[in-house]
T-cell receptor
Framework: AQSVSQHNHHVILSEAASLELGCNYS??????LFWYVQYPGQHLQLLLK??????LVKGIKGFEAEFIKSKFSFNLRKPSVQWSDTAEYFC????????????FGTGTLLAIQP | DTAVSQTPKYLVTQMGNDKSIKCEQN?????MYWYKQDSKKFLKIMFS???????INETVPNRFSPKSPDKAHLNLHINSLELGDSAVYFC??????????????FGPGTRLTVL
């Protein structure tokens, strides 16, 4: 079965620190990859997505992610975090097909200390 | 303008009761979804409807019955509520263009607490 792993369950950083959140998936075929963010008390929002082409994708709010096919990874990065980045971050995979089903990782809670 | 809305936002009820959660989207999408987020924040798809037709049913107990009266609405009815049903339920919607991934837009969630 397909699965998505996020190894960091809880990350605490100071403002201006650099961020990298890990994401690995298990599906061997063509995949679409996503990072969603859930700010406290809010709904899920799409940060960025990868379908094809340049494996380095840029998203909103200064986030980027790199798809490394050989490692089955799609890590999220941001060079300098802000207090407002405090949120839960979810990696998700979709392998296309008729159902458009998203499979989510377990999430990483990011806390930024001012 | 609210794109995907859910009511109620919070729902507290006793075991054994029957309850419904409503979802509406005004994005003109033809596919809607229900996801369950458990206490550990793990998100898992439950159902998906396309043009009022069920296309995903992820081994959810049959106490859960989705109903889609039209493309813009997907309601979730839960019978005989159990403690383990306590979770946040998210509705989402998307287009269903063939051969492409269609971004899903999520609602604000309904926090269900079963006592």
């Amino acid at each position: 079965a397909q699965s998505v792993s996020q190894h960091n369950h809880h990350v605490i950083l100071s403002e201006a620190a650099s961020l990298e959140l890990g994401c690995n998936y298990s599906y061997g075929g063509t995949v679409n990859l996503f990072w969603y963010v859930q700010y406290p008390g809010q709904h899920l929002q799409l940060l960025l997505k990868y379908f094809s082409g340049d494996p380095l994708v840029k998203g909103i709010k200064g986030f980027e992610a790199e798809f490394i096919k050989s490692k089955f990874s799609f890590n999220l990065r941001k060079p300098s975090v802000q207090w407002s980045d405090t949120a839960e971050y979810f990696c998700a995979v979709n392998h296309g097909g008729a159902t458009n089903k998203l499979i989510f990782g377990t999430g990483t809670l990011l806390a930024i200390q001012p | 303008d609210t794109a995907v809305s859910q009511t109620p936002k919070y729902l507290v009820t006793q075991m054994g009761n029957d309850k419904s959660i409503k979802c509406e989207q005004n994005l003109g999408h033809d596919t809607m979804y229900w996801y369950k987020q458990d206490s550990k924040k793990f998100l898992k798809i439950m159902f998906s409807y396309n043009n009022k037709e069920l296309i995903i049913n992820e081994t959810v107990p049959n106490r859960f019955s989705p109903k889609s009266p039209d493309k813009a609405h997907l309601n979730l009815h839960i019978n005989s509520l159990e403690l383990g049903d306590s979770a946040v339920y998210f509705c989402a919607s998307s287009h269903s263009l063939a051969g492409a991934y269609n971004e899903q837009f999520f609602g604000p969630g309904t926090r269900l607490t079963v006592l």
